[in-house]
Nanobody, 126 residues
Framework: EVQLQASGGGLVQAGGSLRLSCVAS????????IGWFRQAPGKEREGVSC????????YYADSVKGRFTISSDSAKNTVFLQMNSLKPEDTAVYYC???????????????????WGQGTLVTVSS
């Protein structure tokens, strides 16, 4: 019954901003780790960012540091990814995923996530 719904993608010009949302349901939203991944055509799935609810620890891939920010709204069971200064290289389908206890490593590895959303497409034009 755990479900993740990613939304907020769209078409934006280089230098613009988008905010992605991941609405979660089916688990208690107080002890979890949620990550954002992206996959561009012809590329492997890449970890972008993740957030731990227990200590508010965050992780960012080098390619997005200083431009993307992960945050959460516990009242809405939602995790956000604010994306600023977007580049054409950011074009990809963005997925959110959740890791529930017991937890393993930090940052959470791709294969450790328990559930995945369907993704939302972000297209950045030149």
């Amino acid at each position: 019954e755990v479900q993740l719904q990613a939304s907020g993608g769209g078409l934006v010009q280089a230098g613009g901003s988008l905010r992605l949302s991941c609405v979660a349901s089916g688990f208690t939203f107080d002890d979890y780790r949620i990550g954002w991944f992206r996959q561009a055509p012809g590329k492997e799935r890449e970890g972008v960012s993740c957030l731990s609810s227990s200590d508010t620890s965050t992780y960012y891939a080098d390619s997005v540091k200083g431009r993307f920010t992960i945050s959460s709204d516990s009242a809405k069971n939602t995790v956000f990814l604010q994306m600023n200064s977007l580049k054409p290289e950011d074009t990809a389908v963005y997925y959110c995923a959740v890791d529930l206890p017991p937890f393993g490593s930090w940052p959470v590895r791709l294969w450790e996530y328990d559930y995945w959303g369907q993704g939302t497409l972000v297209t950045v034009s030149s």
